[in-house]
């Protein structure tokens, strides 16, 4: 995400609204992740109708779990000030560069994050009761706690955490949407990222400051 090529993407705003994923009878939501104002479960209509889509595509028994959407820019902040910290006393050798460099791998830094527009979602799967399949490593695991497990390619996983791993990639891919390689829960459409990757002349969602009074009513 630190990459020059994804912040030279331009972002064409087609103002699509956020939509609240509990509403759709096609995903399970997770609050682990949760915000006062229950934000985390929003994403843009056009994300929320690619879920949807991967959903129908999944074995009977196995369902998307939504474990965090849109994210306010404030959040993503510092989440990527306390990761980039964690990495400069690990790293004292990194100039700031490469600290970025080396962050973006698990937190994107805050003028190019997709969260912040509603475009991203990180999600695993689960059974038809919640309870969580194993996709190789926990969740939200940062390189260095999973030891490369959390990259989406990593091998030597046991072939259930493969398997898992592969059925998730096929319908999220099959639905549109893109992995970012280095986390195999996040995925985003009408991203800067998911321009890149697919060629788009332009993202088509921007950030939004639901803090900001105007945007807050448009929900
Ligand atoms: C922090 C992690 N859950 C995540 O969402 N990372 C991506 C790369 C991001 O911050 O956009
Ligand atoms: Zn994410």
């Excluded at 843009?44 to 939504?66: K, T």
């Amino acid at each position: 995400m630190a990459d020059p090529r994804v912040a030279a993407i331009p972002v064409r705003e087609c103002g699509e609204p956020l939509v609240d994923t509990a509403d759709s009878e096609h995903l399970r939501v997770d609050d682990r992740m949760a915000d006062e104002h229950g934000q985390w479960r929003l994403l843009r209509a056009g994300v929320v109708e690619r879920l949807e889509r991967a959903a129908q595509l999944l074995p009977p028994g196995v369902r998307l779990l939504v474990l965090e959407g849109y994210r306010s820019p404030q959040r993503q902040e510092r989440g990527f000030t306390r990761y980039r910290e964690t990495l400069r006393a690990l790293r004292p050798d990194l100039d700031e560069g490469a600290l970025r460099a080396a962050a973006s791998r698990y937190i994107s830094p805050p003028e190019v994050a997709p969260h912040p527009s509603g475009a991203a979602i990180d999600l695993t799967l689960c059974d038809d009761d919640g309870t969580e399949l194993d996709l190789g490593c926990a969740y939200d695991a940062t390189p260095e706690e999973s030891d490369g497990g959390c990259f989406t390619a990593a091998p030597g996983l046991p072939e259930r955490a493969a398997a898992n791993r592969r059925l998730l990639v096929e319908v999220l891919t099959e639905a549109g949407l893109v992995n970012y390689p280095t986390e195999w829960w996040h995925w985003s459409y009408g991203d800067r990222y998911w321009a890149l990757k697919t060629g788009a002349p332009a993202a088509l969602y921007g950030p939004h400051d639901l803090t900001a009074p105007a945007q807050a009513a448009a929900v």
